[in-house]
DNA sequence: ATGTCAACGTAACACGCTGTAACAGAAGTG
DNA sequence: CACTTCTGTTACAGCGTGTTACGTTGACAT
């Protein structure tokens, strides 16, 4: 792994050297910058592990520039600002912030928050998001997202109905996690009528069924599409995903 | 994706209902547990989604299991202590907590503080929800964590009920610990309903009962899962893991 | 030893959950 | 329209799991 480097944003100069010397000092490259121009041209210039952004920034405000930078990127930031009460951290919190340190700081706890929060999203980054149109490959199998159809592993090709594939595109997207009948009739739902999950009977179970009938080995001892007795059902396999 | 499942650790059991309630009534689902076995017993036995972990834990301490768990397990982790001084807080970063909650604190604020932490670790694809499934060997039989069957001594295939498999991973994570039924309730108890406890009735003796008559060579007279008379069970199998 | 009593093992049972065959509309296709 | 394919409903059988009841075991006091 590379040094990371970071982005400190914050109109005061004063604190703004201060901050960048301390994290230079520990091994950090640390990038000035004072408003939201500045910040994107960076984050498109290079690449920026996290950034510090200062709530008040002159005629800006960080709270805003961190909503709106969230819904385009995953960049950790940890605001920085003299507001420290508590319905301004929760503001913070509330439009994505990773952390919100007080200001005055002591110097080796916003180090070691630093760290912390970087460290986390390193672990998560570690695989890509999950899109529904990728090709998954599991036990063998070939899925393209694009297709109502996917290859056996002694290569046949195996048709899915709409209603399976959507099911299976559902199960890809979160295995290994167990999933409720509501959730699965929540996920398959494209309209949003929450109303109907009444009436849903046991279409899951049919559903799941048919779908064991065409990719387990066995149905009636299945090894990926497993049921999870009184709550649902879960995807068991190892899953990679591709482009 | 699923609701999200926290582990309440704490020894004061006033604050760890008024925990688990604030959870409860925002959408988690909140598990109690007051000791780092508990603790393992819910990590080995389902999907922990963050643990928010008490410092001062009687004659525990919260720092070092946090340090402990983390060398071993992906999961985030929020520390929550009286102990509010940078030096304090700073151990708790050092040993690879994501957060630093010092009490009393703000109940909106920890919501978003917790809510922040799992934020950035949900971007990660199934990694972090994804099981440890070691193989576990015990006596000449082979448990494969991935299956819900085990190898025989003698090469025969073994069934297990999902619950019977559930309770195997309790033991193979606890061994040579006596488990009372109460712990073994709650490492398998999924719905996070802690007051059920009281009408489990024997349950976890028949449960016991018939894993001892699909391992033990004489189900009479067991020498793996044995029982602790007055206090519960235990696995008294050298075990090995693999992978 | 012996009696007492609580803890434990387990057979028998009850109940709810799930798998699936059979059927019935619904929706497309010629 | 006839025909096929997909999808949800119903009914029933089988299985997993908790409860009850009763016999047995073990600890402890006398």
Same mark, same amino acid.
């Given at each position: 792994m590379s040094i990371p480097r970071l982005l400190v944003v914050d109109d005061d100069p004063e604190m703004r050297s201060m901050m960048t010397q301390l994290l230079q000092q520990n091994g950090f490259i640390a990038l000035p910058a004072s408003s939201e121009q500045e910040i994107r041209a960076h984050l498109s210039a290079g690449r920026i592990d996290l950034i510090l952004l200062d709530v008040m920034l002159g005629d800006e405000n960080g709270i805003d520039i961190c909503a709106r930078l969230r819904r385009e990127q995953d960049v950790p930031i940890i605001l920085v600002s003299a507001l420290s009460a508590d319905h301004q951290r929760m503001a913070g919190y509330e439009v994505g912030a990773d952390d919100y340190i007080a200001k005055p700081f002591n110097p080796q706890l916003m180090l070691a928050r630093v760290r912390a929060v970087m460290q986390r999203a390193r672990r998560s980054s570690? $695989?890509?998001?999950?899109?529904?149109?990728h090709t998954f490959r599991f036990d063998g199998w070939v899925f393209d997202g694009k297709r109502d159809d996917l290859h056996s592993p002694e290569g046949y090709l195996v048709a899915l109905s709409q209603r399976e594939t959507a099911l299976l595109k559902v199960l890809l997207a979160n295995p290994h996690i167990p999933l409720t009948r509501d959730e699965i009739v929540a996920a398959l739902d494209v309209t949003g009528d929450s109303d109907k999950s009444e009436a849903q009977g046991r279409a899951i179970d049919m559903l799941v069924g048919r779908l064991r009938s065409k990719i387990e080995a066995n149905p009636k001892d299945p090894?990926? $599409?497993?049921t999870e007795r009184g709550v649902g059902y879960i995807f068991a396999a190892d899953i990679s995903v591709e482009e």
């Amino acid at each position: 792994m590379s040094i990371p480097r970071l982005l400190v944003v914050d109109d005061d100069p004063e604190m703004r050297s201060m901050m960048t010397q301390l994290l230079q000092q520990n091994g950090f490259i640390a990038l000035p910058a004072s408003s939201e121009q500045e910040i994107r041209a960076h984050l498109s210039a290079g690449r920026i592990d996290l950034i510090l952004l200062d709530v008040m920034l002159g005629d800006e405000n960080g709270i805003d520039i961190c909503a709106r930078l969230r819904r385009e990127q995953d960049v950790p930031i940890i605001l920085v600002s003299a507001l420290s009460a508590d319905h301004q951290r929760m503001a913070g919190y509330e439009v994505g912030a990773d952390d919100y340190i007080a200001k005055p700081f002591n110097p080796q706890l916003m180090l070691a928050r630093v760290r912390a929060v970087m460290q986390r999203a390193r672990r998560s980054s570690s $695989l890509a998001y999950r899109r529904r149109t990728h090709t998954f490959r599991f036990d063998g199998w070939v899925f393209d997202g694009k297709r109502d159809d996917l290859h056996s592993p002694e290569g046949y090709l195996v048709a899915l109905s709409q209603r399976e594939t959507a099911l299976l595109k559902v199960l890809l997207a979160n295995p290994h996690i167990p999933l409720t009948r509501d959730e699965i009739v929540a996920a398959l739902d494209v309209t949003g009528d929450s109303d109907k999950s009444e009436a849903q009977g046991r279409a899951i179970d049919m559903l799941v069924g048919r779908l064991r009938s065409k990719i387990e080995a066995n149905p009636k001892d299945p090894q990926m $599409l497993r049921t999870e007795r009184g709550v649902g059902y879960i995807f068991a396999a190892d899953i990679s995903v591709e482009e």
